[in-house]
């Protein structure tokens, strides 16, 4: 059964960090593509970050490079989102998936980011 568990959002103040983490089990992570996906409010979800398969090349949205880091634990099955420098904006319900795709039947159950002074 394929499951990915999101975890690690919070409420913190802007300019702080946070990591997320994705654990997933039910498939292997060695070769499988990862994304990171938000959701804020009243927006549309949309792509924040990716890792992809064997050679873990990254992509991240223009709105967070230089700030979030993607990367990848084979040996825990745990993909992570480093998120430095926290901005307002930033806040949304963060979701990782089963793919870079936000067509992705996958998907884990969220976790909520709020950045708030």
């Known amino acids: 059964q394929v499951q990915l568990v999101d975890s690690g959002g919070g409420l913190v103040q802007p300019g702080a960090s946070l990591r997320l983490s994705c654990a997933v089990s039910?498939?292997?992570?060695?070769?499988?593509?990862i994304g990171w996906f938000r959701q804020a409010p009243g927006k549309e979800r949309e792509g924040v970050s990716c890792?992809?398969?064997?050679?873990?090349?990254?992509y991240y949205a223009d709105s967070v490079k230089g700030r979030f880091t993607i990367s990848r634990d084979r040996a825990k099955s745990t993909v992570y989102l480093e998120m430095n420098n926290l901005k307002p904006e930033d806040t949304a319900v963060y979701y990782c998936?089963?793919?870079?795709?936000?067509?992705?039947?996958?998907w884990g159950q969220g976790t909520q980011v709020t950045v708030s002074s």
């Open positions: 998936a089963k793919d870079c795709s936000s067509k992705s039947g996958y």
């Open positions: 039910g498939f292997s992570l060695a070769y499988q593509p």
């Open positions: 890792i992809t398969g064997s050679d873990d090349g990254t």
